[in-house]
């Protein structure tokens, strides 16, 4: 991959769910036990990647 669609791409995949899941935003609101498991392991996954592709992206510009 480019280096630099690997840092753009690993920033929105940490940035985004961090935003989605915060107070009074749609995803917020849903409030069942498979919202609360999406909320923790979904956006944890997503930021797990995105924090693959910043180090990748950051390693490739060396």
Do not use: Y
Request: proline share 3%.
């Amino acid at each position: 991959m480019n280096k630099w669609i690997e840092i753009l791409l690993g920033l929105i995949l940490v940035i985004v769910p961090v935003v989605l899941v915060l107070p009074g935003q749609f995803f917020a609101s849903w409030g069942i036990a498979a919202v609360e498991v999406l909320k923790g392991g979904v956006v944890i996954f997503l930021v797990m990647i995105g924090l693959l592709f910043l180090v990748l992206g950051i390693s490739d510009l060396k």
